[in-house]
């Protein structure tokens, strides 16, 4: 079975083929609007959808060159239902719908959360239920117990801003502009991640839950007291060093407390922030001590493309899922929506 991913729920518009018997993505593309939105420090929503609906065919052609294949053999369409933009959303539903109209074959609607999570399976046959998952992206931060695949149990979720925006607007505030969590990563390779003491939010408190904006507010204390050094390299460099510890650490801290807590032994790491190579290694190393196996995506797939929605999709209609009335555009969308009302997919 060949199924279509397509993927707009944010800034990023992502197309892929993936080919169910060779469990292989063959062919991709991926456009990102990140330039478009720099220059207002943020995603500007209409700019978002006009961008997915410009760019949707051309993605679509291209990766139908590059798997080699005609858009007949597509027997399948997934796209991203939510949660999202609404604007961004109903771009690429109604461009999957339309096509699955066109070529009389099913469409889903896809959790974008459920994408994140699924597709390190991708590249793993270890990955198998139950594990836990921890979903760091730019809107989420969750640690979700996953019993069977599509059965869900959030386990604790950030109280206020998501790891990933904790990166973005720490990185905005030392000037390294929009989306700086990448930049400020890098730049945290050369800084001295001791020089500055942040907390380490919520640790000493019970359950699972994060917080990341007291992080963000202490870094804004640290430049307001040292607002002369804004412009120093080296103050930049170990304040991005001492903030991306302390985020790191906090992450680690809470999966080696749900690794105890749950009794899993696998442990997945997804969504945009699993990109993090301090992460990776950080966390691969605390698995080695305490036992659990952590997996990660391929680092194309950390952050947002189609290949993670044709892949969560293909399992969902491999099951025999699809949806129902995917003539009508009511209630298409979904731009909150709780990853624990998903349906077991098997
Ligand atoms: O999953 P994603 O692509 O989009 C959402 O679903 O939000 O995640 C994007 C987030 C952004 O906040 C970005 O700054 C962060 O992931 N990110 C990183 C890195 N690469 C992307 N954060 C820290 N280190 C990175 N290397
Ligand atoms: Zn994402």
Redesign the pocket.
Known sequence: MIVLGIET??D?TGVALYDTNKNQIIGEALYSQVKTHAKYGGVVPEIASRDHIKKLLPLFDESLKEAKISQDKIDAIAYTQGP?LIGALLSGVSFARSLGFALQIPTLGVH??EG?LLVPMLSSELIKPPFVALL?????TMLVDVERLGKYKILGETLDD????A??KT?KMLGLGY????K???LAEFGDSCAYNLPRPMLKKPGLDFSFSGLKTAVLTQIQNNEEKIKDKKFIEDLAASF?AAAVETLIARCTKAMKLTKREILVVA???S?????RERLKATGVLKNFDVFFPEAKY???NGAMIAYAGALRFLAGQKDKDFASLKSAVKTRWNLEELSAIR
């Not at 998501?162 to 925006?165: I, L, R, S, T």
């Not at 989306?179 to 990448?182: F, I, K, R, S, T």
């Not at 990109?275 to 992460?279: G, P, T, V, Y």
């Open positions: 729920s944010c990023e999202g974008h959360m994140h760091v992206s730019g809107g989420h998501a790891v990933g925006e990166f973005d990185a989306p700086g969590g990448p400020l990563a890098s991306q969504g945009g922030v990109a993090n190579c301090n992460l950390s952050t947002d």
